[in-house]
T-cell receptor
Framework: AQSVAQPEDQVNVAEGNPLTVKCTYS??????LFWYVQYPNRGLQFLLK??????LVKGSYGFEAEFNKSQTSFHLKKPSALVSDSALYFCAVRSPLNRDDKIIFGKGTRLHILP | GAVVSQHPSRVICKSGTSVKIECRSL??????MFWYRQFPKQSLMLMAT?????????EQGVEKDKFLINHASLTLSTLTVTSAHPEDSSFYIC????????????FGQGTRLTVV
């Protein structure tokens, strides 16, 4: 069975500092991995994805994520946090080996950027 | 990116009535759409997968007679909450995928349903 873990419910970072939001996964085969961001009372916005190729993936709003197969991780990072980055972040995974189309989401990590 | 529009964004209804939520892909054809439910401070719970022209596939524990899903065209899927009860109050979100399974899904804005 596939699963995603986001071990931190909340992450606090001072504005201008680097940020990391952690994600680990469990899936059969090589995973498709995604990061989404959600602002209050809104749907999810796509940030970036890893399908294959370079382990470091760059996405929207200056975010990037690194796929680490040995650690089964896909942590989201940004070199310098902005107050406007404060939101709820979801990591998600899909296995290409599964016949169903399900994308599994982590429970989310609330990011607070302190001015 | 691609745009998915969900309507209405907020709805309040009385117990026992039905509510329809629409999900439209505005600039692409979506062969597959997904419906999620999100409880406060929790992750997204997949309710069902909707394929154009066929019956939706419901997740375990989701009542198909209560949550009717129709995917009549490549750009429109609807979720109807029938005989709504206060416990159905929640945030409902749809998403649509453009192409192959390695592509990302795009999400609607969500619908806040309150049943009184």
């Amino acid at each position: 069975a596939q699963s995603v873990a986001q071990p931190e419910d909340q992450v606090n970072v001072a504005e201008g500092n680097p940020l990391t939001v952690k994600c680990t996964y469990s899936v059969s085969g090589n995973p498709y991995l995604f990061w989404y961001v959600q602002y209050p009372n809104r749907g999810l916005q796509f940030l970036l994805k890893y399908i294959t190729g370079d382990n470091l993936v760059k996405g929207s709003y200056g975010f990037e994520a690194e796929f680490n197969k040995s650690q089964t991780s896909f942590h989201l990072k940004k070199p310098s946090a902005l107050v406007s980055d404060s939101a709820l972040y979801f990591c998600a995974v899909r296995s290409p080996l599964n016949r169903d189309d399900k994308i599994i989401f982590g429970k989310g990590t609330r990011l607070h950027i302190l001015p | 990116g691609a745009v998915v529009s969900q309507h209405p964004s907020r709805v309040i209804c009385k117990s026992g009535t039905s509510v329809k939520i629409e999900c439209r892909s505005l600039d692409f054809q979506a062969t597959t759409m997904f419906w999620y439910r999100q409880f406060p401070k929790q992750s997204l719970m997949l309710m069902a997968t909707s394929n154009e022209g066929s019956k939706a596939t419901y997740e375990q524990g989701v009542e198909k007679d209560k949550f009717l899903i129709n995917h009549a065209s490549l750009t429109l899927s609807t979720l109807t909450v029938t005989s709504a009860h206060p416990e159905d109050s929640s945030f409902y979100i749809c998403s649509a995928r453009k192409g192959q399974r390695n592509t990302e899904a795009f999400f609607g804005q969500g619908t806040r349903l309150t049943v009184v």
